[in-house]
Structure formats: structure tokens, C-alpha cells
């Protein structure tokens, strides 16, 4: 909730300058929030020089040269993108919890549409196992279902290209692997939100892109897991266990462990056309 205190105000009108008409009025030089209109965007809360304004009253955090100094520049983030690759393979190590927090909670500060998004930490290793076994059903029954009959197979190609490189993957995990979870994976991160509220399926991948490049950060793996997500949203009991509620869905599954791969290099990244004002046909 954005939290306005009077005692604090100095009527200097830097927020009112910016809102008003919109989601504030003033009256006598303080502003007033129109809470029908807020989404919570913080703004008021960034640009007021007396933090009169806070969220839940908690004051922001003042931007100082120090601050400014402290942080990262391009180098420093391009350095992590480069860095982060999708691990596929768990070293057999706990993540301590408040690395955990750490990852989870760097979610805040994604851009974010949408406050009605929850992040659901999975770190009992029972419970992962339980979505494992409810994703291996899972998969064997799409796998039937895509490829038990060859029209149905060919039909699904014509939308889907990429149907045989889904097969394969499907044949690995179903019959090579065993699993769909990863084995050795420490922690399942589950986005959970209403996807009819717009913006949610969204920003839901906004705090994905977040906690992935957090956990880069501090050096532990992690792999965004749409089977799981797909597994749990279409099996009542697991998302009854899990506490979701039916209005809501699992917008995103990201798996941590430490990674046990030996990366030697670094890909040049994957090809993005790069158009300037108008698309070439
Ligand atoms: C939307 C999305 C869903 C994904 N789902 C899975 C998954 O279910 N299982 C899995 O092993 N990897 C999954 N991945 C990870 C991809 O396999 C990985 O991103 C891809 O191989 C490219 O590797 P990189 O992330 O290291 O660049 C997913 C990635 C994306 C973007």
C-alpha cells in the first residue's frame, strides 16, 4: 500500500507536477493518491526528496554518490549474460537457505504490471519428487497422445516444427533419465498467478529473467523448467497440495542447484535479427 505522510511533507509539489490528473489531486499543496488508479508503481515513492511517501511506510532507500558509485555498469552486466547458460546438470550440494532468499526475493525488483504474483520456494526434496512423479505421468501422457498415432503426429507438425526435437526429448526423459526433474536439483522456484488478470503471464517472466540473472550472480545454476509447469497446472491434486488456489496457475518453473558441467567457453549468443525503423521483408 503507498503511504502518504503529511508530517513529513514539505508541499514542494515534485509529485503532484508529475501525477496530478492522473493518480493524484492535491489539496492546499499535499497531494492526494487516487487509489482507483494506483498500481503501486512506486514512482511517487522514487522522485519525493522528503520520503514522504513509502510503501507500507517503510522509508526508500536515499540514492547517494556512494550508491551511484556502487553500481554495476554495462562491462559488469554483459560480463553476467555471458556468463548465464541454462544448467542441465546438479552437483549433489545444498544451497543455503539465504542464498535461496537471495534469488527468490531479487523478484521484487523485476518490472512488474501485475502485484498479485506469488514465488513458492520448493526445497523439500519429498515434495520435489512428488512433482517429479506427476511430471513423468505427465509427459507419458502427452508423448500417447502426440505419437501413439502417426496422422496425429503429422497433423501437430504442420503447427509445430519442431515436434521430432520434442519427441527426442521426450524419449530421453521418459526412458533414459527416468525424470523430468533434473536429478540433484536443490530448489524449484514456482511463479504462481492469476493469468486472466492482464499482464501476469507477463510479468510473471519479467521475475523469472530476474531471479535467473540473481542466481548467475551468485554463481548457482539454473534452468527454466515448462514441463513442470505445464505437469503441475494440468493435475488438481499437486496444485491442492501446493496450495494454489483454482483461480490461479504456475506461470514459471525455475530449478537451482549448483552446477556440476565444466563450461569452457562462452557461445557467441544466439543469432537476433537487428532491424533499424521498419523490418526487411
Ligand atoms: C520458455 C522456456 C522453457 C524451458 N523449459 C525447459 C524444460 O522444461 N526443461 C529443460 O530442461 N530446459 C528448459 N528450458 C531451458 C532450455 O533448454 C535452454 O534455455 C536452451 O537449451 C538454451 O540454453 P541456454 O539457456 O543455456 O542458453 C526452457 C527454456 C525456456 C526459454
Known sequence: MIFFDKSICKKCGTCISYFDGYCMTQDEGYPIIDYEV???CQKCIAICPYQAITMNNIPPTKITDELIKSKIGYDELISLLR???STKIFAKRDIPKDIISKIASSAKYAPNQNKNIDI???DDPSMIQIIDLCALKFVKRLYKLMFSLKPISK???IFLKSIYVIKKKMERDLYINKHIV???TNVLLLVIGNSKVPTTE???QYLLATMILTAVSLNVGCTLMDSLKLAINNNKKIKNKLGIKKTNKVLGVLALGYSNEKIVNIPNGYEINLFWNKLND
Open 38 to 40: 494506483c498500481n503501486q
Open 83 to 85: 556468463f548465464r547458460r
Open 120 to 122: 513458492l520456494v520448493i
Open 155 to 157: 497433423f501437430i507438425s
Open 182 to 184: 533434473k536429478e540433484n
Open 202 to 204: 507477463m510479468s510473471a
